[in-house]
């Protein structure tokens, strides 16, 4: 079976109820055990001088339940805000401390894909694994042509594994989901078919390669970004080679920070990479754990492990900008009307109750508390929701929320004090003033205009948020939006504007002296002339000589009186 397949998985474990049988008595036995040891160190009064014991417990329980459930010891390695440290220490070890299996057994499965002997294939391999992950290990390697790589070997029978353990999760999920109380009940089989069809991804080696390189084409001309390269000759469905890097796990600060490694750039770059991939490329690296993310000696982030990637189509990429502008506008109408077109409330959903509980929850998010602002205050904040209101989460979401969250949790593990707004905020700004797409500008004009006015505050707000970043020159933002202004796309806008100033004489008003005082605080107004002759090229010159004028006369109004 290459592909995940549901019925034929059901169809499969229907005629062997043992093997079913078994399978789910061994995970509750394993889970109940653990659960029970707690609520006994509780009663007994030991909970602390048990710590240590239980966090080793659970690390082995997930260990010995196999593949699957080390993807989800995984995933919650990277939560210190939800996991205490001990079991943290001890569940980052499932990111590639995991037992190894023999070698000589990777030696034959390396040959059998190869089709020829190791020595034939490799100048010198590691006689021992250098790695051992959930789904296969690595080895290092030098090929005849010198160059230094790494094999990737995947574990042998993995798929029988997976089916068996996918099969009892859906049936689990069909079960309980309609006792919930949250309403996650009626997708949580469409998250668990979402996430057996990532884990057959992964596992097709080939496939994770092509990922590879469709990654590192999209951050080519990124570089803060290393992404290995595959050699395909050397390449099948269960074996991976690919070139070695050489750097530190994203989680081991005192070692980077002694070999002078900026880890606080080293954040900056996970964050921004990471919004990049779900709002620019819509191809987004779905399993960012520190196993996967490494920090190298020059200061770049390399990316490795590619088997579990997700694309988002356009239509769900503008969503979710447009969300986050209305997020930021604070338009909770038109957020529940978003939440809708992305599938976390049903088209038939009576949004009006729903707006007031959504300024309730999110209304502080971008007031006093921004500072306090990340993924998990969001879905804290949306637990509560959940209860009262039909909200749910979309499959395809799910492996976007378990990203970000991962990235968010590998910054907290870098930084404590990291503060995802002071990254992602100015990057969404940047991304909007520059209006690189017509998608974009579109939702820059959302944010710009409100009730048909023009928001000058909101302009503002977001050239001081893009400001915050040291290397935002708004000069070339300043010549695109000239160009964009002055184009056939931009009559729209250029009514509008003008519009705005002669019905609410906005030509004396504070608020454009203030933005004004903004821009001119470091930028010479030569450098405004400059960029408005960058956007005038790109037209006629009758064109150009029939706008200077009124430039020209336009020009005063931002002085001081």
């Not at 001890?90 to 059998?112: C, G, H, N, T, V």
């Not at 880890?263 to 779900?278: K, Y």
């Not at 490329?281 to 579990?308: S, T």
Request: proline content about 5%; overall charge negative; some cysteine.
């Amino acid at each position: 079976m290459r592909r995940y397949d549901p019925p034929a998985i059901a169809s499969y474990y229907r005629s062997r109820p043992w093997k079913v049988i078994w399978r789910a008595i061994t995970v509750i036995w394993h889970l109940a055990s653990f659960i029970l040891g707690l609520k006994w160190d509780e009663w007994t009064n030991q909970a602390e001088q048990q710590r240590q014991k239980r966090a080793i417990q659970i690390q082995n329980i997930l260990t010995n339940l196999g593949p699957t459930f080390i993807k989800v010891g995984q995933a919650l390695s990277t939560r210190p805000d939800l996991i205490r440290k001990d079991f943290l220490d001890e569940l980052i070890k499932l990111q590639d401390q995991l037992p190894s299996f023999d070698s000589a057994i990777a030696y034959r499965i390396i040959e059998q894909e190869l089709d020829k002997s190791v020595e034939e294939l490799f100048a010198k391999i590691t006689p021992e694994p250098v790695a051992a992950a959930s789904l296969g290990q690595v080895y290092q390697a030098y090929l005849h042509s010198g160059e230094k790589v790494a094999v990737k070997v995947q574990r042998p029978n993995l798929k029988p594994v997976l089916t068996l353990d996918l099969f009892l999760m859906r049936w689990g999920a069909k079960a309980i989901g309609p006792w919930l109380p949250l309403n996650l009940g009626h997708d949580l089989a469409l998250i668990v078919d979402e996430f057996g069809t990532k884990l057959f991804e992964e596992v097709d080696y080939l496939n994770e390669g092509c990922n590879a390189e469709k990654f590192a084409t999209n951050f080519s001309g990124n570089p803060r970004v290393k992404v290995p390269s595959i050699f395909w000759r050397y390449s099948s469905n269960t074996v991976l080679t690919l070139e070695w890097i050489e750097g530190y796990k994203l989680n081991d600060i005192p070692t980077m920070q002694g070999a002078g490694i900026d880890t606080n750039a080293l954040i900056e770059v996970g964050v921004t990479t990471g919004l990049q991939q779900l709002l620019e490329f819509g191809f987004f690296h779905a399993d960012p754990h520190p196993g996967n993310l490494f920090g190298m000696a020059d200061g770049r982030m390399a990316y490795i492990d590619f088997g579990m990637m997700d694309q988002l189509d356009e239509t769900t990429k503008e969503n979710l900008v447009e969300a986050i502008v209305y997020l930021i506008n604070k338009d909770y109408v038109e957020l529940a009307e978003q939440f809708v077109k992305l599938g976390f409330l049903t088209p038939d959903t009576d949004i009006w109750p729903i707006v007031p509980a959504l300024e309730a929850v999110l209304g502080d998010i971008l007031g006093q508390s921004v500072r306090d602002f990340n993924f998990k205050t969001i879905t804290d904040r949306f637990s509560e929701l959940m209860y009262e209101y039909p909200f749910r989460v979309p499959a395809k979401f799910a492996l976007i929320i378990r990203s970000l969250v991962t990235q968010e949790g590998l910054a907290l593990t870098m930084d404590p004090d990291f503060k995802i707004v002071d990254v992602a905020y100015p990057y969404i700004a940047r991304r909007l003033l520059a209006g690189e797409s017509p998608q974009l500008r579109r939702r820059l004009i959302d944010v710009l205009f409100k009730d048909s006015k023009f928001q000058w505050s909101r302009l503002e707000n977001l050239i001081a948020i893009a400001r915050s970043d040291t290397n935002f020159d708004i000069i070339p933002t300043a010549e695109l939006g000239l160009r964009y202004l002055l184009s056939e796309e931009g009559a729209f806008l250029r009514r509008q504007i003008l519009l705005a100033l002669v019905e609410d004489d906005r030509l004396h008003t504070e608020e454009v002296r203030r933005l004004w005082n903004l821009i001119k605080e470091d930028i010479h107004p030569n450098r405004i002339l400059d960029a408005a002759w960058g956007a005038l090229a790109d037209f006629s010159r009758e064109g150009a000589a029939a706008l200077l004028p009124s430039m020209q006369t336009g020009i005063p109004f931002f002085e001081e009186k």
